[in-house]
């Protein structure tokens, strides 16, 4: 969580303002749990995003409800935003989209919305550009006059691989997860640096996860507590969460099977259980180091490992 110190003389305040904590830290690689919430609506858990940002630049990683004021509160920077990843088209990951589209061409940079997501990203896109239609007329063309630019989204439908490389800098792979029936989604490695995050999005337990989170240094894992297993067994239900997420024993076991260092448990079912319950339960399958998510926590890479601050 980003804390201010507003002693000091002017210049100090203003140096504060434009750069909160931001600058300063600038660790080589660093998340930042924006929303750690589910479809539920929650006052203290916004809806499922993180930041991977590294060296500065941020990646944001879906976009559920009460991004932007999470954005705000954890001191990002709108024109340090570089990309944007959604892992799938549920509503609850994309439900803050039009919100963080928007913001970032009022207060960014005035580059081109730059989104990545499964099929059907694109009509995403054509959605939230209709929804702004009147908005964007009148901010680009009458007032502020902001740029053409900024009011456009470049969206890319992925498939499994590395969808984005800077050279030396950061490279992202998309791989394949099972949430069926919601098909395609993803979930996302960031490498930097000899560094890694992986972020499931949302899963059921599945050995492409287990590869391609190999050996990182945090894997993000969605997990549920409470659920009842029963109903997957019959074959003729309807479909229910646990069908197709993860609880935090099966988040654990992830863990175990990848080799990761930390454990970071979000998009927590239900968002108002016990921390203690998700931490138990992913502490019976894993024994390295495991962080029930709350928003606005921040963990670098690789110093938390050392860290006592958080569970
Ligand atoms: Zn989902
Ligand atoms: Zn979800």
């Not at 201010?4 to 203003?14: D, K, V």
């Not at 099929?119 to 009147?134: D, P, Q, S, T």
């Not at 996302?188 to 050995?207: E, L, N």
């Not at 190999?214 to 659920?227: F, P, Q, S, T």
């Amino acid at each position: 969580m980003v804390r201010r110190s507003w002693a000091g003389t002017g210049w100090i305040l203003l140096l504060a303002l434009l750069s909160p904590a931001w600058a300063g830290q600038d660790p080589a690689m660093e998340l930042v749990l924006l929303g750690t919430g589910y479809p539920y609506p929650s006052a203290d858990r916004a809806g499922p995003s993180c930041a991977v940002v590294v060296g500065g630049v941020a990646f944001i990683v879906d976009a559920g409800r009460g991004i932007g004021m999470r954005i705000a509160a954890a001191g990002i920077p709108w024109s340090a935003i570089r990309s944007v990843f959604i892992t799938h088209l549920h509503s609850d990951h994309i439900d803050g989209l039009p919100d963080l589209f928007h913001s970032c061409w009022q207060f960014g940079g005035g580059r081109p919305f730059e989104l990545y997501g499964p099929e059907g990203i694109r009509g995403v896109a054509e959605g939230i550009l209709k929804f702004y239609e009147a908005d964007i007329r009148i901010r680009r063309d009458l007032t502020e006059k902001l740029p053409a630019e900024g009011a456009e989204i470049d969206a890319r439908a992925i498939g499994e691989g590395v969808v984005y490389s800077a050279p030396d800098r950061v490279r992202v792979t998309a791989f394949a997860v099972n949430h069926r029936p919601v098909e395609p989604a993803f979930g996302y490695r960031f490498d930097a640096g000899g560094r890694s995050i992986v972020i499931t999005g949302d899963t059921r337990p599945d050995p492409n996860l287990d590869r391609f989170a190999r050996g990182a240094d945090i894997l993000v894992h969605e997990a549920y507590v409470n659920g009842d297993t029963a109903s997957r067994q019959d074959g003729s239900h309807s479909w229910t969460i646990y069908d197709y997420h993860s609880s935090a024993a099966e988040a654990g076991a992830a863990a175990r099977k990848a080799n990761v260092k930390i454990l970071v448990l979000t998009h927590l079912i239900p968002g108002n259980a016990p921390e203690k319950y998700f931490l138990d339960e992913a502490k019976r399958n894993f024994s390295g180091r495991v962080i029930v998510g709350r928003d606005l926590l921040r963990i670098p890479v690789p110093d938390s490992a050392d860290s006592p601050a958080v569970q």
